[in-house]
């Protein structure tokens, strides 16, 4: 090669190298990255106020209801019917696409095709409306959870920061910012990204892997500055030993996912009913939640009332091996599924997780194993993996959330057999059954929308 040949390569590397520093150091390129960022911090952030916001709403429920005179009676029985009424007034007056866990608005909005109906699930103002919805509904002893909201406020930020920093990858954006708030809200940053895949991500990309995977880890890293490294479900020890743990395996799989079952088909079917019944009337909405408020205090007053709330220190006591009422698990299964049919803004995590420890303790107790503990978290994996139909979100978030590593094959077997076992007896997994009613909602509007725009166009045409 010549002189001139390599004097003019070497010309035309050094002219790729400025202008490849040139785009790095632009700010088109740096803005969206910088936006993004702040996003997944601001979710870790938000999440960990919300978790706290809600820990003390449910003492303040405690502690009001709790009284040794019988205001505490009087409280636990009018505070959720009437606090579920106007709950769910304020859902569809003010923070329409708020009701419910926040999953399905999540999933649904990753179908929409234009930004406009996807900023109808999830806007901001929606979230700060579920944020302050869920909180109130603890505070009136609703069996809900702050996990699920957790991940519509997340994709709700996420999609906003993709706006200001002119982002086009919405249903990334969505997925990123669901996965954070999983990882936030848990402390499990595998699970997060677990969860978007197999949950959210029906049909998941590979460019959004590095979406995903740095939201995850800022949202995360924000949430453990504030609240530190800890076990959702603190630690337990114990490991399968005999043929009587591992048929436990098996029976918390099978009852496990059973129950799950049994509890995704009753809540499709009571909404499906109370939908019908209801026919969007406001009243006649607040009255169904008024009602499930009634069952609630009732289930409550009868379990004595240990199935108000989250089921956060029942299911982390069963799980350290504290004992527990063998029909914990039949009325906190009760509540949870009176307050999710309400359509109150709420999640489901926390409060199947606590269904799951309470069965999983008694199946412990029927089968006469040496460790509570394990019964326990093995009857979790079982029943959340029946319930949302997704086994390695389950085997992986409680993974996570106990801490345990000398379980990851009985964990994984009873998630398995938990979800073949949902799946047999409904075929209907529950997040992506209720997105498609937002989804047809939203279609609806927009029909609705267009119709009108061309009856004013032809009115002004005339």
């Given at each position: 090669m010549s002189s001139n040949a390599r004097t003019a390569r070497r010309l035309r590397h050094l002219r790729t190298l400025r202008r490849s520093r040139a785009v790095w150091l632009s700010r088109r390129v740096w803005r969206p990255r910088l936006i993004f960022w702040a996003g997944a911090i601001a979710i870790g952030l938000v999440s960990v106020i919300f978790a706290k916001a809600s820990d003390e709403a449910q003492r303040a429920f405690t502690a009001l209801a709790g009284a040794p005179d019988g205001g505490g009676l009087m409280l636990r029985a009018l505070l959720p019917p009437l606090g579920f009424a106007l709950s769910a007034y304020l859902a569809v007056r003010f923070f329409p696409f708020t009701q419910g866990s926040g999953i399905p608005q999540a999933i649904a909005a990753r179908h929409m095709e234009r930004d406009d109906e996807r900023g109808l699930l999830l806007s901001l103002k929606g979230a700060v409306g579920k944020i302050l919805l869920t909180i109130f509904a603890l505070f009136v002893g609703g069996s809900v959870g702050r996990e699920g909201p957790t991940v519509q406020v997340g994709a709700a930020i996420m999609l906003a920061a993709g706006r200001i920093g002119g982002m086009a990858h919405a249903r990334g954006l969505i997925l990123a910012g669901s996965a954070a708030?999983?990882?936030?809200?848990?402390?499990?940053?595998?699970?997060?990204?677990?969860?978007?895949?197999?949950?959210?991500?029906?049909?998941?990309?590979?460019?959004?892997?590095?979406?995903?995977?740095?939201?995850?880890?800022?949202?995360?890293?924000?949430?453990?500055?504030?609240?530190?490294?800890?076990?959702?479900?603190?630690?337990?020890?114990?490991?399968?030993?005999?043929?009587?743990?591992?048929?436990?395996?098996?029976?918390?799989?099978?009852?496990?996912?059973?129950?799950?079952?049994?509890?995704?088909?009753?809540?499709?079917?009571?909404?499906?009913?109370?939908?019908?019944?209801?026919?969007?009337?406001?009243?006649?909405?607040?009255?169904?939640?008024?009602?499930?408020?009634?069952?609630?205090?009732?289930?409550?007053?009868?379990?004595?009332?240990?199935?108000?709330?989250?089921?956060?220190?029942?299911?982390?006591?069963?799980?350290?091996?504290?004992?527990?009422?063998?029909?914990?698990?039949?009325?906190?299964?009760?509540?949870?599924?009176l307050s999710m049919a309400s359509s109150i803004p709420g999640g489901l995590f926390a409060p199947s997780l606590s269904v799951g420890a309470g069965l999983g303790a008694s199946l412990g107790l029927l089968v006469g194993t040496s460790s509570m503990g394990l019964a326990a978290t093995l009857g979790m994996a079982g029943y959340f993996a029946g319930v949302v139909q997704a086994p390695m979100t389950a085997f992986v978030i409680i993974l996570e959330m106990t801490a345990t590593r000398d379980n990851v094959m009985p964990l994984l077997v009873a998630s398995m057999i938990g979800f073949g076992t949902a799946r047999l007896i409904s075929g209907e997994p529950l997040y992506h059954t209720l997105s498609r009613n937002f989804v047809a909602e939203i279609l609806r509007r927009s029909r609705a929308a267009e119709q009108e725009a061309g009856q004013a166009k032809n009115g002004r045409a005339g």
């Open positions: 708030g999983i990882a936030a809200a848990f402390n499990t940053p595998l699970a997060g990204v677990v969860f978007a895949i197999e949950e959210m991500g029906r049909g998941y990309e590979a460019r959004t892997n590095a979406l995903v995977m740095s939201a995850v880890i800022l949202a995360g890293l924000a949430s453990l500055a504030l609240t530190g490294d800890y076990s959702y479900f603190g630690e337990f020890t114990g490991s399968v030993q005999d043929a009587r743990d591992w048929f436990l395996v098996l029976l918390c799989g099978v009852v496990g996912g059973a129950f799950g079952a049994l509890f995704s088909k009753a809540a499709l079917g009571l909404m499906r009913r109370f939908r019908f019944w209801a026919r969007g009337q406001l009243w006649r909405l607040v009255a169904v939640a008024g009602a499930c408020g009634l069952g609630v205090a009732l289930v409550g007053l009868l379990s004595g009332g240990t199935t108000y709330g989250t089921g956060y220190e029942i299911a982390r006591g069963a799980i350290e091996g504290q004992g527990a009422d063998p029909f914990y698990f039949v009325w906190k299964f009760l509540a949870t599924l």
